[in-house]
Structure formats: C-alpha cells, structure tokens
C-alpha cells in the first residue's frame, strides 16, 4: 500500500499544496537525458507527453520544469521532478497541489 502523501492547508485560501517533495515515492522508471550539455530534456518512455527541461542556465536555483504537467512550479533536483512526474502520472497527487 503506498504510503499517504500529507498536504499542508493555506489558511487564508483553504487551497491543499504538497510542501515537502521528500515525502513523494523516489523514481523508479527509466528516464533518458536528451539534447545538449546545457538545457538538456529527460523523457520517460512509460509516460509519454511528459517532458522535463533544464533551463540551461549552470548556476540557476530551481533549474528544472515540465511540459505535459500543467504546473508553474519549478524545482532544484532533478530527482525530485521525476519524483514529481511518476506521481502526478500515477495519481498519487494531482497538479493543483503543486502550485
């Protein structure tokens, strides 16, 4: 049984959001990096459409986004966007909590 993902609750909004991205299952799918030294994408064959990027900038704090996962956030290692987007594919969380 997988483990439950616990959402912190704005107080103001009453909007759920995942604040602590340790707590999500660690990768387990096979990426490949494609594309060049700086800026390069990871694809996953398992989850077709989803797509992450580095912005190619080599000292950039939250480096890397997604295509395929309607999100604006951003995050700083690549492990946990993968993290991210075998999550959301699994439906262990949904975007909006990502905000």
Do not use: N
Request: aromatic share 6%; glycine share 8%; with cysteine.
């Amino acid at each position: 049984m997988p483990k439950q993902i616990e959402l912190l609750v704005d107080e103001e909004s009453g909007r759920e959001w995942l604040g602590d991205l340790a707590q999500l299952p660690r990768p387990i799918k096979k990426w490949e990096r494609l594309g060049p030294t700086h800026g390069p994408e990871y694809r996953c064959a398992d989850l077709p459409g989803i797509v992450i990027r580095h912005c190619g900038h080599p000292t950039a704090h939250r480096p890397y986004f997604f295509e395929g996962i309607a999100t604006p956030r951003k995050v700083k290692l690549l492990a946990d966007a993968k993290a991210i987007a075998e999550a959301v594919a699994a439906r262990l969380i949904t975007v909006d909590v990502l905000g």
